[in-house]
DNA sequence: TCTGGGGTCCTAGGACCC
DNA sequence: TCTGGGGTCCTAGGACCC
């Protein structure tokens, strides 16, 4: 291999390292963090995982066992994790080019040097996010992302790796087929439950039956996704990022939407939450400078147990492309008018923007545009950036903060419940840590 | 009497990922 | 009582156009 490749710089237990962070006496201690509503598992530290929790798990069906094993829990703090996501990716950034965010704590990049020093700059990289903020990273490289989803899945799992590994160092001297061969089919990245049980009936078991399958007869069977994997796995490069890279990366629809902490039947109260999301969704609009010119509404009664599902929804067109929270807060409430049954509970709603379009091809003159005021969005937008989100909201009283940190939801008895939740130190004055030297 | 074929756009649904 | 919340890509089918 002439150069590096691909590079996948990938936290380890993420969400449970950012809350050690800060809390140093948890690191050695099994921890979980849950999912919104403290629902189900979403996260584990290392001892969690020894201890045999499963991702995905509900928590109150371990709650118990966990209490009397002294496992620690927390509720999902996105600001913090957001926040150290962001210092994460920006250290990252300096020591390779081409950064591709693929998800809160993971970033693909490509390194242009040779092996030796695409080692050791990995080393380097490694360690100065370790230094620079405390959480720990594995880096795995190949000549594919599939391959170096593999690569840096070894590093996590041999300590003799120390947190590095490169598929040079796999493949050797077989051309990986050892390595290949002692993974299941549904580790491979890309291949989920159903099509895991799909190869395993034609008897594809491990990733290196997968590789030497034919790839043109398995796009006929399958689908083209298949191929591309296949490809990967034999080294020649077929996923790109859609959107070049970094920051350039604009969503084709945006989508908010959270389960009630209780259940709901009153119109009004579910306009207030359409109102509220509608106004989430917004800040995302404009973070990526973009547009919509549809907005979507839509509630649901019930969970994963209810027996009578019911559902309502609706979209509103809007006369012209528009980021504006007034308008388009407006819009999903009125997509659901009328439509809500008083004698359902509903247990969830959401805001799905769509029809989106790059801001700067679409100013709208003046006399033209919608009958606003044009400094309210604006505003609004400029109080939330220096005071935090929904500090200042449209229409009515939910969603806003009370002062303080107990009683800041407490506007609205429908937001979710996040009863174990740390502390946000890193973007909350009100909530820094305080250090005592001694 | 003859009744095409290629292209685009949109939507819904499936599968997958973190 | 209690089971996230975002996204992506692909495919098929229908409407419409020339």
């Not at 799909?198 to 034919?214: N, P, V």
């Amino acid at each position: 291999m002439a150069t590096g490749g691909v590079v996948l710089a990938d936290a380890n237990n993420f969400f449970a390292s950012c809350e050690a962070v800060f809390h140093p006496e948890l690191a050695g201690k099994p921890l979980v963090v849950l999912s919104n509503n403290d629902g189900c598992v979403v996260a584990r530290s290392n001892e969690a995982k020894r201890l045999g929790i499963v991702n995905g798990t509900p928590w109150f069906m371990i709650r118990e066992t966990a209490e009397r094993d002294h496992v620690i829990a927390r509720s999902s703090n996105y600001e913090l994790y957001g926040s150290l996501s962001r210092r994460m990716m920006s250290i990252l950034s300096t020591f390779l080019p081409d950064q591709e965010m693929y998800s809160i704590d993971e970033c693909f990049m490509r390194s242009p040097w040779d092996t030796e020093r695409t080692r050791q700059v990995c080393v380097d990289m490694r360690r100065a996010v370790l230094q620079g903020i405390g959480i720990p990273v594995s880096v795995g490289v190949a000549p594919t992302k599939t391959l170096a989803k593999i690569t840096n899945h070894w590093a996590k799992r041999h300590e003799t790796s120390h947190g590095v590994t490169l598929w040079h160092d796999l493949a050797q001297p077989d051309g990986g087929t050892g390595v290949l061969s002692s993974i299941p089919v549904e580790d491979i990245w890309g291949i989920g439950r159903r099509m895991a049980r799909h190869l395993r009936g034609i008897g594809i078991r491990q990733a290196a039956q997968l590789r030497d399958s034919d790839p043109v007869a398995m796009r006929r069977r399958f689908s083209v996704q298949l191929e591309r994997t296949i490809l990967e796995l034999r080294g020649f490069a077929c996923i790109y990022d859609a959107d070049g890279i970094g920051e350039n990366i604009r969503n084709s629809a945006l989508l908010c939407s959270r389960m009630f902490g209780e259940p709901v039947n009153s119109e009004e109260t579910i306009a207030q939450a359409a109102s509220v999301y509608a106004q989430y969704a917004c800040r995302r609009l404009q973070r990526q400078h973009s547009l919509c010119t549809m907005v979507s509404a839509f509630c649901s009664s019930g969970n994963a147990r209810s027996d009578i599902p019911s559902a309502a929804h609706g979209s509103v067109t809007l006369p012209d492309p528009s980021d504006d929270p007034v308008i388009i807060a407006a819009a999903a409430r009125s997509a659901l008018h009328g439509k809500i049954i008083p004698s359902v509970r509903y247990a969830r709603a959401g805001v799905l923007l769509t029809g989106l379009v790059d801001a700067d091809s679409f100013r709208t003159l003046p006399t033209l545009g919608a009958d606003t005021d044009p400094g309210l969005g604006a505003a609004l937008e400029q109080v939330s950036r220096r005071f935090g989100p929904m500090r200042v909201g449209i229409g009515c009283a939910a969603g806003i903060r009370g002062k303080g940190r107990a009683s800041e939801e407490a506007g609205a008895r429908w937001t979710m419940k996040r009863n174990m939740l740390s502390q946000r130190c890193t973007t909350r004055w009100d909530e820094m840590p305080t250090v005592r030297a001694s």
